[in-house]
């Protein structure tokens, strides 16, 4: 059974950082790519970024140059450091498995996490 558990969401000032983290158990994340994306109330999951076997990473253009998104295959880990923080960032932040696809579209991912909040106040 896979199963992916995210923590390290709070609550923070704008202008803040936190730094997320996603394990999975029941599978190697070695040879996959795991992405990270955020759902505000009252709004669909939105991407955020992703990071593939191969370090490669992708951001989305709202968190390009203040999201930094990184691996530790040893500890089967992905995590997400999230700096200058906005208001607007509000929401629940989910990590994502995913065999092959396109790492910005939610339906390409095999197993999600429960999510771990993120409030962001102004």
């Known amino acids: 059974q896979v199963l992916l558990v995210e923590s390290g969401g709070g609550s923070v000032q704008a202008g803040g950082s936190l730094r997320l983290s996603c394990v999975a158990s029941?599978?190697?994340?070695?040879?996959?790519?795991i992405g990270w994306f955020r759902q505000a109330p009252g709004k669909g999951r939105e991407f955020v970024a992703a990071i593939g076997w191969d370090y490669t990473e992708q951001y989305s253009d709202s968190v390009k140059g203040r999201f930094t998104i990184s691996r530790d295959n040893a500890k089967n880990t992905v995590y997400l450091q999230m700096n200058a923080l906005k208001s607007e960032e509000t929401a629940v932040y989910y990590c994502?498995?995913?065999?092959?696809?396109?790492?910005?579209?939610?339906?390409?991912?095999?197993?999600w996490g429960r999510g771990t909040q993120v409030t962001v106040s102004s």
């Open positions: 029941g599978v190697t994340i070695n040879s996959y790519a």
């Open positions: 994502g498995f995913q065999f092959h696809g396109t790492w910005s579209r939610e339906r390409d991912y095999a197993y």
